[in-house]
């Protein structure tokens, strides 16, 4: 399978709105900067079909810029806005190009969502379970529940997780672990990442020590966003899962910093995503 990151940018994307930053501005100035990050998107191809990881509030730019083929497939990890509510930007296209349904793969709880939010777009919504492995165009998918939204998740058992999932992404040449957000990982998921030979991880807070001046940084631990793993707990969490590659998505124009300064921050073996980077 092949398998590639169109957006590598946390929740705002960058350039951010309202943002004259050194990152943004450099982005603002040229779309095709490795600067320029949208929305979580993964694309997946085989030679069977394709599918989309994420429904990207940037899938209209990803899908032109890149060129992709019409995409009907798509699988969602959790309902918060940068993750699905692009579907709102496909709905001419669904209503009045293709005229049919498109797929969505999800969990229960993205699929109260979608119900309460996007009902009358044309879907067909697959709920998918906890470790229930299904099987999408020659690719054997495992959907891994994760803890990320801390008011309704911190007292459920993995197995009643059913807000955000990540995926094991298996064929016969490739194991991958994408991990949506999270702030912690349950060991059963833990164990079936083990032999991923990639694991694509949650970037969002991963250098907000460098964060110059932004109301943030003098947040006491109390105030942060308890959602997200912060800074060195999560390259702490990242080596313990003694994967080969461990790539970050959503990274964020906060620490004003650009790409390769970022990168050379990071442990061997770990990197940070960019739009379009060839993951497999
Ligand atoms: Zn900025
Ligand atoms: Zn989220």
Redesign the pocket.
């Known amino acids: 399978m092949n398998v590639t990151m169109l957006g590598s940018g946390c ?1 705002e994307g960058t350039p951010a709105p309202f943002c004259s930053c050194r990152i943004c501005s450099i982005a603002s100035k040229d779309h095709n900067s490795i600067e320029y990050r949208s929305r979580p998107e993964l694309f997946v191809s085989t030679e069977e079909g394709k599918f989309l990881i994420e429904i990207s509030p940037d899938i209209r730019t990803q899908s032109t810029r890149y060129n992709l083929p019409p995409v009907t497939d798509f699988i969602v990890s ?1 309902w ?1 806005f ?2 699905m509510f692009g579907l709102y930007e496909l709905h001419a296209w669904i209503e009045l190009v293709i005229k049919s349904k498109v797929n969505i793969y999800c969990s229960v709880a993205a699929k109260e969502m979608l119900d309460r939010q996007f009902g009358f777009i044309p879907t067909n919504i697959i709920v998918i379970k906890a470790y229930k492995p299904f099987e999408l165009h020659g690719v054997k998918i495992t959907p891994i529940p994760v803890y ?2 801390s008011s309704i998740d911190k007292d459920k058992t993995p197995y009643n997780l059913n807000n ?1 999932f990540g995926y094991i992404l298996e064929d016969s040449n490739n194991k991958i672990a994408y991990l ?2 999270y702030y912690e990982v349950p060991e059963q998921s833990l164990e079936l990442i083990e032999d991923a030979e990639i694991v694509i991880a949650d970037g969002t807070y991963l250098f907000e020590e460098r964060y110059p001046d932004k109301p943030y940084q003098n947040a006491t631990h109390e105030e942060k966003d308890p ?1 997200h793993l912060h800074g060195d707990s999560i390259i702490k969490f990242t080596n313990s899962l003694n994967n080969a590659r461990i790539i970050y998505h959503s990274i964020t124009h906060l620490p004003e910093q650009e790409h390769a300064e970022l990168q050379a921050l990071l442990p061997e073996g770990h990197e940070i995503g960019f739009d379009g980077m060839k993951v497999t």
Request: charged share 25%.
């Open positions: 929740w959790h918060h940068d993750h990320h939204m955000t949506a957000d959602d």
